[in-house]
């Protein structure tokens, strides 16, 4: 059974900085990853979908890459605004989707 | 992009009563959908598959009998949590596959669930 894993759990910054969140899974054999982001009491939004082939995937100030044969993604946020704050989701598809426990981040101005 | 509908956004209900949740797939069809459950500061942890036209799949500890899940159309998908309890309160969300990013998953925009 897949298991997906991601640290730190919680991450506080002041604004302009650059960071790094860490996603890891146990089953290397998946489709895709996918990071999102979740707002307190809201759904959903993808930020960034990398497939199996491919290595990284960007989108503005965002940055995901992906080693499946060690079973790591990052997602690289740079030059982090207040706007930023929420909790960032990372699910791996083996067929179908299983989720990190996210890292909630704040990013103070 | 393709985009999941669903509905309600928020519901309060009373213990013992049966609460239905739509999830829609707008301007696609999804033969799959699939539900999860989401507690207060925890991931969302997958329910069940629900397939149009069969049977839903449910993981492991999920009670069948007490999630309804009906996929009566290739585009709504219905989770019925019956005889609700205060336990059940929770964020339930909905996602289908996406037909234009490849595997790719499209979300709903989630239901909160309060028992009282």
């Known amino acids: 059974k897949q298991e997906v894993t991601q640290i730190p759990a919680a991450l506080s910054v002041p604004e302009g900085e650059n960071l790094v969140l860490n996603c890891s899974f146990t089953d290397s054999a998946i489709y895709n990853l996918q990071w999102f982001r979740q707002d307190p009491g809201k759904g959903l939004t993808s930020l960034l979908l990398i497939q199996s082939s491919q290595r990284e995937q960007t989108s503005g100030r965002l940055n995901a890459s992906l080693d499946k044969s060690s079973g790591r993604s990052t997602l690289y946020i740079a030059a982090s605004q207040p706007g930023d704050s929420a909790t960032y989701l990372c699910?791996?598809?083996?067929?179908?989707?299983?989720f990190g426990a996210g890292t909630r981040l704040t990013v103070k101005p | 992009g393709a985009v999941v509908s669903q509905h309600p956004s928020r519901v309060i209900c009373k213990s013992g009563t049966s609460v239905k949740i739509e999830c829609r797939s707008l301007?696609?069809?999804?033969?799959?959908m699939f539900w999860y459950r989401q507690f207060p500061k925890q991931s969302l942890m997958l329910m069940a598959t629900?397939?149009?036209?069969?049977?839903?799949?449910?993981e492991q500890g999920v009670e069948k009998d007490k999630f309804l899940i009906n996929h009566a159309s290739l585009t709504l998908s219905t989770l019925t949590v019956t005889s609700a309890h205060p336990e059940d309160s929770s964020f339930y969300i909905c996602?289908?596959?996406?037909?234009?990013?490849?595997?790719?998953?499209?979300f709903g925009s989630g239901t909160r669930l309060t028992v009282v």
């Open positions: 629900s397939n149009e036209g069969s049977k839903a799949t449910y």
């Open positions: 301007d696609f069809q999804a033969t799959t």
């Open positions: 699910a791996v598809n083996n067929n179908d989707m299983r």
């Open positions: 996602s289908a596959r996406d037909p234009v990013a490849t595997y790719g998953y499209t």
